[in-house]
């Protein structure tokens, strides 16, 4: 029985190649592809990720830029720039949401 999916390559690293290459076929096809434009701002990762732990309102969540802000960087060479972006709002937006503050705050 499948699924419609091609099937997944017993080998870790093929299968998470695949995947990222099917997430990037994806962005993509629903945001095409980059136009060149005006040049953009520039910045390290290191003042990337020195901003987001500032931006962190606890140590949990400072740990959790810096997990986030590694796994970004390594795929990121291998993703358009603007779904790199993507990732980096996505990152700020989990730290800044309050609501799962609360949620951390009141679990026992």
Not at 86 to 99: M, V
């Amino acid at each position: 029985m499948t699924d419609g999916r091609p099937p997944t390559p017993p080998d870790p690293l093929l299968a998470h190649a695949l995947e990222l290459r099917a997430a990037v076929e994806r962005f993509q096809g629903r945001f095409g592809t980059a136009r060149q434009g005006e040049p953009c701002l520039s910045f390290s990762w290191e003042e990337l990720e020195r901003q987001l732990v500032d931006l962190a309102p606890s140590d949990l969540q400072a740990e959790l830029v810096h997990r986030l802000v590694a796994r970004t960087r390594t795929y990121a060479e291998l993703k358009p720039a603007e779904m790199v972006l993507r990732e980096i709002i996505s990152i700020a937006a989990l730290i800044l949401d309050e609501s799962s503050l609360e949620v951390r705050a009141t679990a026992p």
